[in-house]
């Protein structure tokens, strides 16, 4: 599976921005979907996953309630709508797919293929 995340830039905060993740190769609907973010000096950490069905999605308790991730299996496209951006959201982000056909998981190495990432950055 080969990944594509672009959208991110640079935004003052209370701003919106979309991420999208592009993915070829092996069939995008038997995938789990995820996004990671890495802030400079930090570990990358879990933002958001989504069911291969669209029908269970996870979010990281600093971004429930302002991102909403969804993603359209015909055109093989994984989205994360970001809303009321902090500067804290200021990172690398990375879209990822797992290949479980379960529910998704939050543990990145969960997910064995992973995009190049888009940098958001929030300004104050």
């Known amino acids: 599976v080969q990944l594509q995340a672009s959208g991110g830039g640079l935004v003052q905060a209370g701003g919106s921005l979309r991420l999208s993740c592009v993915t070829s190769?092996?069939?995008?609907?038997?995938?789990?979907m995820g996004w990671f973010r890495q802030a400079p000096g930090k570990e990358r950490e879990f933002v958001s996953a989504?069911?291969?069905?669209?029908?269970?999605?996870l979010y990281s308790d600093s971004v429930k309630g302002r991102f909403t991730i969804s993603r359209d299996n015909v055109k093989n496209v994984l989205s994360l709508q970001m809303n009321n951006l902090k500067p804290e959201d200021t990172a690398l982000y990375y879209c990822?797919?797992?290949?479980?056909?379960?529910?998704?998981?939050?543990?990145?190495?969960?997910?064995?293929?992973w995009g190049q990432g888009t940098q958001v950055t929030v300004s104050s």
């Open positions: 989504i069911k291969w069905s669209g029908s269970v999605t």
């Open positions: 990822a797919a797992d290949e479980t056909l379960n529910n998704p998981r939050t543990s990145q190495d969960a997910y064995p293929y």
């Open positions: 190769g092996r069939r995008f609907s038997n995938h789990a």
